[in-house]
């Protein structure tokens, strides 16, 4: 996986547009200057995490004994019943906070923009290759820029596209982060029988 096949699957974890009326409706209470402060907060808080994550997987994955096939494949399924859910989405929000209150970390930070599968992608690109560091964390930043830049403007994309235009590219995002789990799930299998033979 090249940097940037690596950033376009981690955006499309991220779910930006997807997450567009959550960040909204969590926010809907507070009052427009600050509701720019708070995503800026938010959204840092959760590039921390993320890059937390990119770089001490690996030693987690080392102490647990776990091969990178393994990590492959359980991935791919991870991600596979991610795009499930763009797909064919939930009735109701994946949250229940109140728009009354100024939300700290969650649920904004955790788990809507660094939820457990974008977490779980960090370990398993880290993991791929643990000498290309350098390239994991510039697809994980330039994702998070590009989903960021979406969040801070979730208004004006929310007006140009509309409810039907922002579920129409949710869905075609996880039809792309579908064949994306596959290939992962198929590299996974390759590799195991590559190395058990």
């Not at 909204?24 to 959760?46: D, H, Q, W, Y």
């Amino acid at each position: 996986m090249d940097t940037w096949s690596a950033a376009i699957m981690l955006f499309f974890i991220m779910d930006p547009l997807g997450n567009l009326p959550i960040f909204m409706s969590v926010l809907k209470g507070i009052p427009s200057r600050r509701r720019r402060i708070i995503v800026a907060r938010e959204l840092l808080f959760s590039l921390a995490i993320m890059l937390l994550f990119l770089y001490s997987g690996q030693a987690v994955l080392d102490f647990l004994n776990v091969r990178q096939e393994t990590v492959s494949v359980a991935g791919g399924i991870v991600l596979f019943l991610i795009a499930i859910r763009m797909i064919f989405p939930q009735p109701g929000g994946p949250t229940g906070h109140s728009s009354d209150s100024e939300p700290f970390l969650v649920p904004l930070a955790i788990p809507l923009v660094a939820g457990p599968s974008l977490l779980a992608a960090l370990i398993l690109i880290a993991n791929q290759d643990p000498s290309r560091m350098t390239d994991w964390t510039i697809a994980a930043v330039s994702a998070w820029f590009v989903s960021s830049v979406i969040l801070m403007f979730s208004g004006l994309f929310h007006r140009i596209l509309g409810e039907r235009g922002l579920t129409a590219v949710e869905r075609l995002m996880g039809m792309i982060l579908a064949m994306i789990s596959i290939q992962m799930f198929l590299d996974g299998i390759a590799k195991y029988l590559e190395h058990s033979v």
